[in-house]
């Protein structure tokens, strides 16, 4: 459910730089909620997170209310980087050190999974959102981390991901030394999660912008106040 409506700016010294992901998509307009409602689930916030939550619980056949203050997919999810990775810092050699292998290869997998998910799930929308595999990469950014870069590809490789060390990037300039994490992706955030708000919106289920949940009552059934 989209419009094309002209956005409302804020003044200029509250105004974040402006996002590529809204700039080429609609606003979106969908209804506050007005009046109370039952359903299964309530999911708190329509960012990325909150609409895979209401869009998994609705495949399995939930009745699912998404509320958002403000409007979906134009916060933090509306200024991300937009990369869908499993490399997240030098992450594996710290958990292997600090936890133990099989762990560090749960959560691997794990994020490994979650890329296959949004590609599958971008299929079955059939939704152009840009999704392209190319590799991912942190670099060192002097020679004295470069052994440190070193580890941590050789720690993600040990876990089965697709990690290794590399002196040669596409990047403009010279490094040192670098992780390579091939088949990680890239995509455009919110067109896919427009295409997820449409596909929750409906058979029971409902989108709500402009609408903030103030408490909650853990009670049975539990209750959320708006």
């Not at 989209?2 to 700039?23: I, Y």
């Not at 998994?56 to 958002?68: H, P």
């Not at 999974?113 to 599958?120: L, Y």
């Not at 989108?207 to 209750?223: H, M, N």
Request: one cysteine or more; aromatic letters at 6%; proline letters at 6%.
């Amino acid at each position: 459910m989209t419009a094309e409506k002209p956005r409302a700016e804020p003044p200029s010294d509250e105004r974040p730089p402006e996002s590529l992901w809204l700039a080429t998509t609609p606003e979106t307009d969908y209804e506050p909620l007005a009046d109370g409602l039952e359903v299964n689930t309530v999911v708190v916030g329509g960012g990325i997170t909150g609409l895979t939550t209401a869009d998994r619980l609705t495949d399995a056949g939930q009745e699912v209310a998404v509320l958002e203050a403000d409007r979906i997919a134009e916060s933090t999810t509306g200024h991300t980087t937009a990369k869908l990775t499993s490399q997240h810092g030098l992450v594996y050699d710290f958990l292997t050190s600090k936890f133990d292998d099989e762990r560090a290869r749960q959560y691997a997998r794990a994020n490994e999974a979650a890329i296959d998910a949004v590609e599958s799930r971008i299929d079955d929308l059939g939704v152009d959102c840009g999704f392209e595999r190319l590799p991912a990469y942190v670099y060192a950014a002097s020679a004295d981390d470069v052994e440190t870069v070193r580890s941590e590809a050789a720690a993600a490789a040990d876990l089965g991901l697709p990690a290794s060390f590399t002196e040669t990037t596409d990047l403009p300039y010279d490094v040192p030394g670098a992780v390579r994490f091939d088949d990680q992706a890239q995509f455009h955030p919110r067109k896919y999660l427009l295409a997820v708000a449409e596909s929750v919106h409906g058979d029971g289920s409902h989108v709500f912008e402009g609408t903030r949940a103030l408490d909650v009552d853990p009670g049975d059934p539990c209750e959320v106040e708006t």
